[in-house]
């Protein structure tokens, strides 16, 4: 079982910056995929940023690359969504999600892929 929890969001202006952590229990934090993803008002949750166990591989949607970086502190067991040049559309409860390993890397952009995930933190652009 693994309990994630997200924290950093906030209101910013439009071209600000903020960094997301998630913490997550389980001694077997390394070993997961993370993700995260995004849920804005009226709209359906959408894949931003994935990352593999040791972090050499990342994915992330059209709409945040060369914005946004996933990384990931196994030693403390956090993953982070660095969000740079942050536009109006960026605002959504941003969720963070573990897939156990055997769910492999291939779908790491998929909802369904994900076993456990956090209770989200609000992010607001002002434009």
């Known amino acids: 079982q693994v309990r994630l929890v997200e924290s950093g969001g906030g209101l910013v202006q439009a071209g600000g910056s903020l960094r997301l952590s998630c913490a997550a229990s389980g001694r077997t934090f390394s070993m997961y995929v993370m993700g995260w993803f995004r849920q804005a008002p009226g709209k359906e949750r959408e894949f931003v940023a994935a990352?593999?166990?040791?972090?050499?591989?990342?994915n992330y949607a059209n709409s945040v690359k060369g914005r946004f970086t996933i990384s990931r502190d196994n030693a403390k067991n956090t993953v982070y969504l660095q969000m740079n040049s942050l536009k109006f559309e960026d605002t959504a409860v941003y969720y963070c999600?573990?897939?156990?390993?055997?769910?492999?890397?291939?779908?790491?952009?998929?909802?369904?892929?994900?076993?456990?995930w956090g209770q989200g933190t609000q992010v607001t652009v002002s434009s």
């Open positions: 999600a573990a897939a156990r390993p055997e769910k492999g890397w291939g779908r790491n952009w998929s909802y369904a892929n994900y076993d456990y």
């Open positions: 990352i593999t166990w040791n972090g050499g591989n990342t």
